[in-house]
């Protein structure tokens, strides 16, 4: 199975704050790699694809970047609602695994 | 616009077995362009993917539940459901139900279910 690992697990960030996340995998996936938003008692929400592809209506202060085994989502101007945990997926084979997570809290 | 709901018990006695159905309203599930899965979540932790269920009949298993799982759909319902034997407290946890996009790169899940708690206990 291929791990994938993200970091931080938890960060705290102030409304404005440019965020990133990282997420590796354990072996190369080219760009077949995904990020979801969850917030707390919701289904998750499609924001990147393809490491890099935004997601349609989604905010562009929504960035993916990277490809091979280390990939990065930015927020550019963290707002209020952008406060909850965030998950990278990879699907270049299956099981189909997701990073542990990335809670975003408010500082 | 495209829903899916997941519905099924929400409590399963241990070593019984879980049955969860997911209806796809707003459009139809016998499409090539198309995936159908499942992700669970244990209360508090982080999501498991399941497995996936294609247009071709085609279907992948997480291997960590390859033995005790089942996925399938039912076009004439518009359906597609999932079973997981021998549940034990573990297995406690939220399901959804996802549709995958086969023709996109990074075939992510662009729209999900509301979520269903399935609880294992006596």
């Known amino acids: 199975d291929i791990q994938m690992t993200q970091s931080p697990s938890s960060l705290s960030a102030s409304v404005g704050d440019r965020v990133t996340i990282t997420c590796r995998a354990s072996?190369?996936?080219?760009?077949?790699l995904n990020w979801y938003q969850q917030k707390p008692g919701k289904a998750p929400k499609l924001l990147i694809y393809?490491?890099?592809s935004l997601q349609s209506g989604v905010p562009s202060r929504f960035s993916g970047s990277g490809s091979g085994t280390d990939f990065t989502l930015t927020i550019s101007g963290l707002q209020p609602e952008d406060f909850a945990t965030y998950y990278c997926?990879?699907?270049?084979?299956?099981?189909?695994?997701f990073g542990g997570g990335t809670k975003v809290e408010i500082k | 616009q495209l829903q899916l709901q997941e519905s099924g018990p929400g409590l399963v006695k241990p070593s019984e077995t879980l049955s969860l159905t997911c209806t796809v309203f707003g459009g139809s599930i016998s499409t090539s362009s198309y995936y159908w899965g499942w992700i669970r979540q244990p209360p508090g932790k982080g999501l498991e993917w399941i497995g996936n269920?294609?247009?071709?009949?085609?279907?992948y298993y997480n291997p960590s539940l390859e033995s005790r799982v089942s996925i399938s759909a039912d076009t004439s319902k518009n359906q597609f459901s999932l079973r997981l034997s021998f549940v034990t407290a573990a297995d406690t946890a939220a399901y959804f139900c996802?549709?995958?996009?086969?023709?996109?790169?990074?075939?992510?899940?662009?729209?999900w279910g509301q979520g269903t708690l399935v609880t294992v206990s006596s």
């Open positions: 997926q990879q699907s270049y084979s299956t099981p189909h695994t």
């Open positions: 393809a490491a890099s």
């Open positions: 269920t294609y247009y071709s009949g085609t279907t």
């Open positions: 996802a549709r995958g996009i086969v023709v996109v790169a990074g075939t992510p899940f662009d729209y």
């Open positions: 072996q190369i996936i080219s760009n077949f």
